[in-house]
């Protein structure tokens, strides 16, 4: 499986917002964006927490500023 880099990542921002991917990637939150494209990866001896193609895509999506509700 191939995973978004966080240069890709700044190139489509900088597509959608118009604001050069240079100026993005000194951006305070840019290490926070770099975090949530790893997190699809993310696994603990040898087992993926997301397996699936369709949890990978999730945790893209899930909005992680607030911590799951239990």
């Known amino acids: 499986m191939r995973y978004l880099t966080l240069a890709e990542a700044l190139v489509i921002a900088e597509a959608v917002t118009g604001i050069d991917h240079a100026v993005l990637?000194?951006?305070?939150g840019v290490g926070l964006?770099?975090?949530?494209?790893?997190?699809?990866?993310?696994?603990?001896?040898?087992?993926?927490?997301?397996p699936e193609f369709?949890?990978?895509?999730a945790v893209l999506c899930?909005?992680?500023?607030?911590p799951p509700s239990t």
């Open 25 to 28: 990637a000194k951006a305070a």
């Open 33 to 50: 964006l770099d975090s949530a494209l790893h997190a699809p990866q993310a696994g603990f001896g040898g087992y993926e927490l997301y």
């Open 54 to 57: 369709t949890a990978k895509a």
């Open 62 to 66: 899930a909005d992680r500023s607030q």
